[in-house]
């Protein structure tokens, strides 16, 4: 799983603009975030999400706090 992706998938999620269960709907929000995600990709995320979570950090930057 590359960063990228991770991140794009928490732009998704943070966005509200859909269930997260809904795996086609995440994905084309994603490509209007800029990355294309696969079903594999999602599902990957989903189950490892506290893994890839520790690893790439969160999205939010210490400014906006």
Request: with cysteine; aromatic share 12%.
């Amino acid at each position: 799983m590359t960063k990228a992706k991770f991140i794009t998938f928490e732009k998704v999620r943070k966005s509200g603009l859909t269930n997260m269960y809904d795996i086609n709907a995440v994905r084309l929000i994603a490509i209007k975030y800029g990355e294309m995600l696969s079903n594999k990709d999602c599902f990957d995320i989903m189950l490892n999400y506290d893994k890839y979570k520790i690893k790439y950090g969160s999205t939010n930057n210490k400014k906006h706090r």
